[in-house]
């Protein structure tokens, strides 16, 4: 079964993709991830300067899902070109950036342009990184601007992360004017853990995001609601663990979809889910194109 998928341009073997900031900060992680099976890897988020992030703890695991609030920490994008270069590979290597405001954005973008990435990711979506992220993610003219200074920056292709808890079709509509080639949803959700032994919250940072299964049906209206109001192609993301999920996102109108939690159990789960996307498809005598969006007939 034919799971050739093009992304805005871009030939995936596969329409799985390696979500921001899960093993995406070396080459050699980015390469497992590749040997792994996905269609294409997006690496961890890439600023204009380096940031240790914030104080532990900043992972815990819940039930059905991940609390996080690690702050965007990475090398800065001066450091990164060289392993940049190093993790070019046999699939597309898009790199995730952010910056507080368009015209850092747009710094980043070029200074990453002489590793040659196959396109770029804006994160304006984190939720717990203050002036970074969350302050542009409800607002839909830093978004068009932002998405219009890489654009010109930059030939490859653009995609935009949307933030949920916002009026994500306007923030998609609005990242499809500034020339957007595709919007991805969601970021993880806004939340908190608190520990009833001590009183204390649990994150470092006290309040984070929240990924895996528990937000999927948040995700997948996200990706349903964009996919009815925008043009351009919609990549979805959060809580896919299986190829059953792979395959409601993209019944929701997803072209293709990133995971991100569901890696750090197993590595493998890219060739697992495409398989048996492939195997159902077979099955049932469909292809890829017939089921995008039929959740909307
Ligand atoms: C530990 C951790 C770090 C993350 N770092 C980033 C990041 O640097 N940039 C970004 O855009 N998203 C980041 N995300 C969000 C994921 O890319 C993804 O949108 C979210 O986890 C939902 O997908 P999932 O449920 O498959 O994990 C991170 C998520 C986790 C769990």
Redesign the pocket.
Known sequence: MNLTTNLTGLELKNPTIL????L?TTAASLKRVMQGGAGAV?T??IGSAPRTGHPGP??TEREYS?L?A?G?PNPSYREFVSELALAKGDVPVIV?I?GANASEFQEVARGLNDAEPDGF?L?V??PHANGYGASIASNPDAIRETTEAVKDAVEVPVWV?LAPLTNIVEMGLAAQKGGADAVVA???VPAMAIDIESGFPLLGNKVG?I???A??PI?LKCVYELYSALNIDVIG????TNWRDAIEFIMAGAKAV?????VYNDIGVFKDISDGVARHLKENRRSLKSIRGVAHK
């Open positions: 979500a921001a900031g899960i995406g997006v961890k988020s900043v992972v991940i996080n690690m965007l995730s952010f990711e994160n979506s984190c992360k969601i970021n993880t995001g990924s895996g299964p937000i999927k995700a993301v959060g809580g896919i990133q995971i991100g939690s569901a």
